[in-house]
Structures are given as C-alpha cells and as structure tokens.
C-alpha cells in the first residue's frame, strides 16, 4: 500500500510539472529548452531532463524506470536511450504501443528488437522442435523391425545429435541417448548375427570339402595299391579332416545326412589305416615270405589273416604275391592228375609269363622281373612230361638274367641302404616326439622298400635291428594311446546311459524343449571329444548312441516342426496385415507379433532362417507403409505452410499499416483461421492463430474508437440540450446504476483516473479523493483492457448522457470527458 501512495504522489508530482497536459508530445518533449513561453517556464522543464538524464545514468534502473522514460522522457535522445536498455518483452512490447505513431526512432527501435526476440524465440522452439522431433526418431529406430540401412540410419541421427546436443535438457540427453545405445547394440547384433550366418556358411562348405576329399581319398585307395609307406599320410590326413570336421560342425546345425556320410567315410578311412598299420608292422613277415620261392601255406595264410586287409581296399604288391603263392600250393595239381587241357592252360600262361619276364628285364626293372619269375617258376612246376621241359633252358636263362640284374642294382644300391641303415641307427639314439619318430621310421621304411630290398641278408638285418630299436621308445606311447582309447570308450558308455537315463525319466508332455536342444549338442560334442576310440570295441557303442540320439532328435525333431508351423502362422498372419487398414493397428500388431516370435521355442536353423526372412519382409513392408504415410504428411504439410506464409506475410504487412480496411482485415481473418485448420505445423500454426488474434483485437480497438467517437458526439449533443433519448443504446439505463456519481467534475475526474489523464490543479485534492475512495471500494484502477476500463468509460458516458441535469453540464467538463476517452483510445 505505501508503495501505491507513493508511486501515485509521483506521477501527481511529474505532472504538476508539465505546463499544459493537453498539448501535443512533440511540445512537451522539445529538445531545445529555449522554445518556452517564458523564462519562468524554462526553468523547472531544463531541471526534469537533468534529472531524467541523472535517471538514465543509473546502471541499476529498473525496467520499470527505463520504461517510464521510454515513453514519458522529456528528450528525444533519452527516450531513445532508455528503450535501447529495454531487455524485457512485456515492458518493450508497452513502449512499443506508447510510442507508436508518437515516437519514431524508439517504435522502430522496440520493434526491431522484438522481432529479434521473436526471431530467437522461434529458433528456440525450432530446436525444441527438432529436439522432440529426434527423441521420437530414435525411438522409433530403437524399436523397430525394420533393418535396412539400419547403421546409416543410425548414423544420420548421431549426426543430428551431435549438433543438437548442447540445447537438450537432462532428461531429452537420457532419452536419446538410451535409444542411440539401443541403435548401436542392435547394429553390434546385427553384424555379429551376419558374421554367425557367416560362419555357418563356411562351416557348410568346410564340411562339403572334407567329405568331398573323403570319398576321393577312398576311392582313390579302392584303384591304387597301397603300402605301409603311406601310413604317415594317412595318419595326417585323418587327425587333419577329424580337427576340421570338429570345427566345422562347432556351434551349427549338421543334418543326420551329413553327419552320418561323414561317420561312415571316417570310419572306413580308419580301417585303412589300421591295416596299413598292421602291415607296417608285419612288413618283415612278408618281405620274407615274398623273398621264397615256395613259401609255407599256413604260413601265408596265418600272416594274410592277422592283416585282415579291407576287401574295399586295393592290396599292395607283396599281398597279392603271397595271396597267389598261397593260391597256387593249394590248387597245383599233381602231375599225375593233370589233364591236357589244364597242361595246355598252364603252358599258355608259362610262355605269357616269361614274355613279361622278358619285358621287365628289358627295362631294368628288377622288381616286377623278381616276381614274373616267381609267376613263371610257379607255372614251370605245374607242367609235366615234355611240356615241362619245353621252357625249361628258357626259364634258367632268364633266372640268370634276373640274378644279374639283381646283383647290378644291389651294387648301385648298397650304399644308399648302407646310409639308411645309419639313418635308423641315428634316429635310434634321438629323443623325439613318439608321434614324429614313428612317421620319420616309416619314411626311411618306405625308401628301404622303394630301393627293391636287398639280397644282402646281413644289410637287411642290420636295417631291421635298428627300425626296432629306433620304435622301442614309441612302444610306451602308443601303448597309452591304446589306454587312452580305453577311457574315451568308458565316457562314451557314460554318455549313453545318461542319455538312456535322461530319455526314461523325461515327460516329453511337460518338458524343457531348450534343455533338451543343448542336451543333443552337449552330448554331440562330448561324444566327438572321447576320440580315438578302437574301432571293433566302438562299434556296438556307436550303435547304441545312434540309437538313443535317433529317438531324442526325432522328439526335438517334433517339437520343432510344431515351432516352425507357430512361425509360419505369424508370418501368414504379417503377411495379411501389409494391407491391413487403418495403419496403426496393423503396426501394433506387427509388433505384438515380432513379441510372439521371440516367445516361439526351438526349430531347425535353415527353416528358422527361411521364415525369418519372410517375416521381416512382410513388417519391413508394413512399416514401409507408416514411413510412405509420414512422407504424405510432411508433404502436405510443407504445402500447407508455404501457402500459410504467403497468408501470413500479407497480415503482417497488414499490421503495419498505419490505415484500417475493415473488408480486408476481416478476409484475412477468415484465411488465417481456414489455413490453421490445414496440416500445418506446430510453429506455423502458433503464427496463423497469433496473427489471426492480433487482426482480432486491432478490428476491436477500432470498433472502440469508433465508439468513443460516437460518445463524444453525445456528450456534446447533450451539453447543448440537443441529444434524443431515444437514439442511445437501450442498456445504457441499466449500465449507468453502476457509476454512482451525481457531480458532473467528479465523473470526469474519474474517467481522468481510469485512462491516466491528468486533470486541473483545481481538482487535484478531488482526485486524490476520488482514488482513495476506489480503494477502499475494492475498484480495480489504471486498467487499459477494453473489457474492464471500456464498461467503466461507457458507463460514466452514459451516466453523463442519462442521469447527470443538463444544467450543471458545460462546455468545459465535455471536453475534458472527451479528451479521457481519447486518451483511453490512444491507450488501447
């Protein structure tokens, strides 16, 4: 309340020290204190622009003051400077008003700078805008399905964010960020999920290599003799393509197909090998037996039987000599016994014989000679009579040849073998690898054989003692190695009566479809891992674990077709909502789908894969659809705001405009307000109503003067008695009880009150009365809203008009009343 006093006991005092109220700004503004009436009147109007000046020198003046002086300061130079201090936009907006049409220079200067502010205020809501915009793009991108471009997607809202970032609040940084990650994880998903398809595609080809190297590797061996000197790379091809089956069959799907293709090739390699083993390790036995010319048949067949050489496979050389030495003991005839023909029959294969015998000598071949002379020998012996003595010079001729020729390469060889047996003798006294030892005695074993042998009994023995004495330390080893075989063919029972035991006690109606899935890899896995295993001690457990893993894939088998056709539901289902309509409902669907998918339990990989794909297309489809709806909607809207510029660049130019045109502010009204119902945006559409408004509120302050004209009509009309009753409004009767006034001044003095007008020195003590009086009334005074303060004037007018005799009226008073509601319009 004191602070109201003395507010008001100022303004009394700064008008007390105007000479005349009524008089234009520009003549109580005058920059030159030399255009007075008087010298009297120069003074007290120099001394308020000093203290004006000493007002605006303050640093700390308030707004309120600057205010004040922007519109009420006695020089131009100091209304200027006072509205240049001016930061708040309601204090500028109301220095704005004041000085329109009054006061060029501080009008252009409050309106550049609110057009200024407003320029800023809708960069900021620009930003807010875009800010918004990107919170609901990146969750938009964190949770939808649609995965193409997904990372440059990603990286075009980084890019936003990264110059957005700075005017984010705390909680949009949270919010875009949380999704940013989500996008980010999702892409580290996405790649791993292409390296994993990746993976499993070179697993498929790595297994399609070895199976394929597998079978060409056995059928090679089914055509082409094979010797104990290939046992070491047969040994590498094995650990080789078993240590790349394991990794190819790591973490992926294998079919039974294939796994089983596999198991049957390996399984037959490892016969090979294991006779080539075993023939590696009787290679004494039949080079000796194969040095005889007519060799023991029990023994032959005694030594053919502990090979147990694989019918699949191609026999070495020395195995199909013996098989034939053995063949021919037991089936040669006894010359007695023989018939013509049988004679006639062995007497062709004699002379064919020796013409290879021939041949083989002819080329140095002292090999193939040895044994087409053994052949040839065989057949001799078979004749009888005067056939057996036909070829008889021919057959010793060749055997010399043969010696010869053996004696000749022996001469050439001896050395190479004397070196070899050194070799051994060496590898003998080497600490290696047993591994490593062993392949290197079979190479040195290949290239003693490779030689021909040697007719030197010594040498030969001397070769032999150290291979034996050179494989002594591996015997250890490999006989681990057979242990070893031993426990993995224990951990393969136990993994067959877990299994055995898992597959009784399940309740395949009530079960852990998951569990079971890793149940049949785990079991797969460790299976693969108890190897070597022997291979006539496995068989039976083999068959056991084919057996079991048959009945607990065949269940998963089920499980999983059910799975698939649940998957293959929702693709349907994904596949009808692409032309689903309305739009939102097919995408809240999509989405639950996408939730059902994920709860959907196990299935086969490649069918898996093969509805995934489908699936994603049909919700990439449909939010293909909400992207395409969007773009519309930006299109339309871009549209829309460009036609609303050029509405709104028209009004504004309207606005300022000194002049009125009631047509076309009431056009302009009609198209702001028809645009703003069109898809505009946010902050267009703030503009279009804003704008709109203003028209609307310039059209009623014109209605209002145009009133107050009007009631300054009548109140002279009624001043000289000339005023109809029946030409005023019909409520002014009611409206007037609420002006309780008789005294003509006092009416005016108050209308001077409601409007900021000063009033006569004489009526100074009754406009203190009068404004302490409407305080304690509980008035509300110095209100310039039409509404409020234009009822009041109205009232007081015809109060003036209706009530108040017409001979206490004059002339005086009239034009005071008139000159408030001036000031009421010029305010407004």
């Not at 050439?412 to 490593?436: F, G, H, I, N, R």
């Not at 062993?438 to 040498?459: C, F, H, P, Y």
Request: with cysteine; glycine share 4%.
């Amino acid at each position: 309340m004191a602070a109201f006093f003395q507010n008001l006991f100022k303004k009394r005092s700064t008008t007390a020290t105007r000479p005349d109220s009524s008089k234009k700004a520009s003549d109580h503004r005058s920059d030159s204190p030399g255009e007075g009436n008087s010298p009297a009147s120069k003074g007290p109007e120099q001394s308020d622009i000093d203290s004006q000046r000493q007002t605006l020198a303050d640093a700390d003046a308030s707004q309120d003051t600057l205010a004040r002086l922007a519109t009420e300061g006695l020089a131009a130079d100091i209304r200027l400077a006072a509205a240049r201090r001016l930061t708040d936009e309601a204090h500028l907006q109301q220095v704005q008003k004041a000085a329109r049409g009054r006061d060029k220079g501080v009008y252009q200067h409050t309106r550049q700078v609110l057009q200024d502010i407003r320029r800023q205020q809708e960069a900021e809501q620009a930003t807010r805008d875009a800010l918004e915009q990107l919170a609901r793009d990146t969750d938009d991108l964190a949770k939808t399905g649609d995965t193409s471009l997904y990372e440059a997607r990603t990286r075009q809202l980084e890019k936003q964010w990264q110059s957005l970032e700075p005017s984010a609040s705390n909680e949009q940084k949270t919010r875009i960020l949380s999704a940013l990650h989500t996008c980010r994880e999702r892409i580290r998903e996405l790649e791993e999920e292409r390296q994993q398809e990746q993976r499993h595609q070179d697993q498929k080809v790595q297994r399609e290599e070895t199976l394929t190297l597998l079978k060409e590797t056995l059928d090679s061996l089914a055509t082409e003799a094979t010797d104990a000197g290939a046992l070491p790379s047969l040994d590498a091809l094995q650990r080789t393509q078993e240590n790349r089956w394991l990794e190819a069959t790591r973490d992926t799907d294998v079919t039974r197909q294939e796994q089983k293709q596999y198991e049957n090739l390996m399984l037959t390699l490892r016969n090979v090998i294991n006779a080539v083993r075993r023939l590696a390790h009787h290679q004494a036995d039949v080079d000796a037996l194969v040095a005889q010319e007519a060799p023991p048949a029990d023994q032959v067949d005694a030594l053919l039987s502990q090979l147990e050489w694989p019918r699949q496979l191609a026999r070495p050389e020395a195995l199909q000599t013996l098989a034939k030495k053995a063949h021919v003991q037991v089936s040669q005839p006894t010359p007695d016994s023989a018939d013509s023909e049988a004679q006639e029959k062995a007497l062709h294969n004699l002379e064919a014989a020796l013409e290879q015998l021939e041949t083989s000598l002819a080329a140095n071949q002292l090999k193939e000679s040895r044994q087409h002379l053994k052949q040839a020998q065989g057949l001799q012996r078979r004749l009888t009579g005067k056939l057996a003595n036909r070829h008889r010079a021919r057959l010793q001729r060749l055997n010399g040849q043969v010696r010869e020729l053996g004696d000749w390469q022996g001469f050439a060889t001896e050395p190479k073998q004397v070196a070899l047996c050194e070799q051994m003798e060496y590898l003998a006294e080497q600490p290696m690898d047993p591994e490593a030892k062993a392949a290197r005695i079979q190479d040195l074993q290949q290239e003693w054989r490779d030689l021909g042998g040697s007719s030197n009994r010594d040498l030969w023995q001397r070769f032999r003692t150290a291979s034996e004495a050179a494989f002594e330390p591996c015997k250890a080893y490999f006989e681990a190695r057979s242990d070893l075989k031993k426990v993995h063919l224990q951990t393969r029972h136990s993994i067959c009566e877990e299994l055995a035991g898992y597959l009784e006690a399940t309740d395949w109606d009530q079960v852990d479809w998951q569990a079971a899935e890793q149940i049949e890899k785990t079991a797969r896995k460790e299976w693969r891992e108890a190897w070597p295993v022997e291979f006539r001690d496995n068989r039976p457990v083999q068959k056991q674990f084919d057996r079991l893993m048959n009945d607990l894939t065949s269940h998963l088998d089920e499980e999983r077709r059910r799975n698939e056709e649940r998957k293959q539901a929702i693709v349907d289902r994904a596949l009808e909502l692409t032309e689903h309509t309305p739009l939102s409902e097919a995408m809240d669907e999509a989405k639950a789908l996408q939730k059902q998918w994920q709860d959907v339990g196990i299935t086969r990989h490649r069918e898996d894969r093969k509805l995934w794909k489908a699936f994603r297309a049909a919700c990439d489809e449909i939010f293909a659809r909400r992207d395409e709806q969007r773009q519309r909607r930006h299109q339309e809207t871009s549209e829309s705001d460009q036609a609303a510029e050029a509405i709104l660049s028209t009004a504004r130019t309207l606005l300022e405009d000194q002049g009125f045109d009631e047509a076309r502010t009431a056009e302009l009204i009609n198209q702001l307000e028809a645009s703003a119902r069109t898809p505009v945006s946010a902050t267009t559409g703030k503009d279009l109503r804003q704008v709109a408004g203003q028209l609307k509120d310039r059209r009623r302050l014109h209605q209002y003067q145009a009133n107050i004209r009007q009631w300054q009509h009548w109140i002279e009309q009624r001043v000289q008695g000339s005023l109809p009753p029946e030409d005023l409004p019909e409520h002014w009767p009611e409206l007037q009880s609420i002006v309780a006034v008789s005294d003509p001044r006092e009416l005016v003095v108050l209308s001077e009150i409601l409007n900021g007008c000063p009033s006569p020195d004489d009526d100074q003590s009754l406009r203190m009365e009068l404004q302490v009086r409407r305080l304690k009334e509980g008035f509300e005074g110095g209100q310039s809203q039409p509404d409020a303060s234009g009822n009041t004037q109205e009232a007081i007018v015809a109060r003036w008009c209706l009530t108040l005799p017409r001979e206490s009226l004059t002339t005086e008073l009239a034009s005071r009343l008139g000159k408030a509601l001036e000031a009421e319009t010029t305010a407004g």
